[in-house]
């Protein structure tokens, strides 16, 4: 959830353009509910589960449904009131929504900002969900400036520099594994660089190989890759390749999990299907992790959420 740190943004941002854009205080105030927007997803995250949420809870994220929204509510003003410069500023929503979009993008969220018509999200992972150590340089200095501590272009070049460094420190610590990587990228189907903790010093690396995920630990201070490990894709690929034939339950391997695990049981009349993700969530209330039971017409008797394993 990135949301406080795009609102700070804005905040830093307008004093620094009103010579260049006049924005008066209820345009400024339509442009941050767009950058809120996506609170009113996070809601229903807790409400109904990660899994739900990445799956199709995505609704105020979306750029179609809210250009869709605020341009019907514009018109509509439009039609009440014949002042086309009123009516259009009601679209101004869409910068902060666009904003927030961008800024989710470079962080490890996984948002769909294409509904409806695609679920494809842009994850690069460049810095962790939250962006916190500049969300609290943000804050701080939007104090100090409120309080005429720090001028305005003052605090706004401190929290953009600020921004800009820790974007472009984590860029070139990818750029870097991606450079340790290179000589085996032969064998490699797909890789995942993602920061493990705020600093952006501990970093995670997974890999595909074959019918596993090959993982190693990546530290700023060393330069190397570490601590490589092994873990399987599945524990019976036989039976992985027939229960991934079930339209539902590929969508969630293939749409919703990075680097799904599939573990097949059956006990009895019961066929027992748990999906996870390989990496352990960054807040430990959105549990990752799906499980079915089947009976054995091949119906889904039973599903529940479940926490995902730990790495």
């Known amino acids: 959830m990135n949301t406080l740190f795009v609102l700070l943004l804005f905040l830093h941002l307008f004093p620094l353009i009103e010579n260049r854009f006049a924005l008066t205080i209820g345009q400024k105030r339509l442009i941050l509910i767009g950058a809120l927007q996506p609170l009113l997803d996070q809601v229903t995250r807790n409400i109904y589960g990660d ?3 990445q799956l199709e809870g995505q ?34 929503p869409m910068i902060g929504l666009i904003g927030y979009a961008v800024i989710s ?9 294409f509904l409806p018509f695609s679920n494809m999200r842009i994850q690069l992972d460049w810095v962790k969900e939250g962006v916190l150590l500049p969300t609290v340089v943000l804050f701080v200095t939007y104090l100090l400036r409120i309080w005429k501590v720090l001028s305005v272009k003052l605090a706004g070049k401190i929290s953009f520099l600020t921004t800009g460094f820790y974007f472009l420190f984590s860029g070139g610590v990818i750029l870097t594994i991606f450079m340790l990587l290179s000589y085996n990228t032969l064998t490699m189907e797909k890789i995942r660089i993602q920061p493990q903790d705020w600093t952006q010093l501990y970093w995670k690396v997974i890999y595909h ?3 596993k995920y090959v993982s190693a630990d990546f530290f700023v201070g060393s330069g190397k890759l570490e601590g490589f490990s ?9 039976l992985a390749i027939s229960i991934l034939n079930d339209p539902l339950i590929f969508q969630y391997y ?7 695990l599939l573990n097949v049981k ?4 019961v066929v027992i299907i748990e999906l996870k993700e390989l990496l352990h969530p ?9 499980e079915w039971k089947k009976n054995k017409a091949g119906q889904i008797i039973e599903w529940n959420l479940i926490p995902l394993t730990d790495s």
């Open 230 to 238: 092994e873990t399987k894709k599945y524990n019976d690929l036989n």
């Open 254 to 260: 293939s749409e919703i999990m990075r680097n799904p």
């Open 266 to 269: 059956i006990g009895g009349e």
């Open 59 to 92: 609704y105020f994220h979306s750029l179609f449904y809210s250009l869709l929204f605020w341009g019907l509510l514009s018109s509509f003003i439009w039609a009440y009131r014949r002042d086309y410069k009123y009516s259009l500023s009601f679209l101004l």
């Open 282 to 290: 960054y807040y430990p209330w959105r549990k990752r992790g799906v």
């Open 105 to 113: 993008m470079f962080t490890t969220s996984s948002e769909a900002f």
């Open 51 to 53: 899994i739900w949420y």
């Open 209 to 211: 190989e074959k019918q």
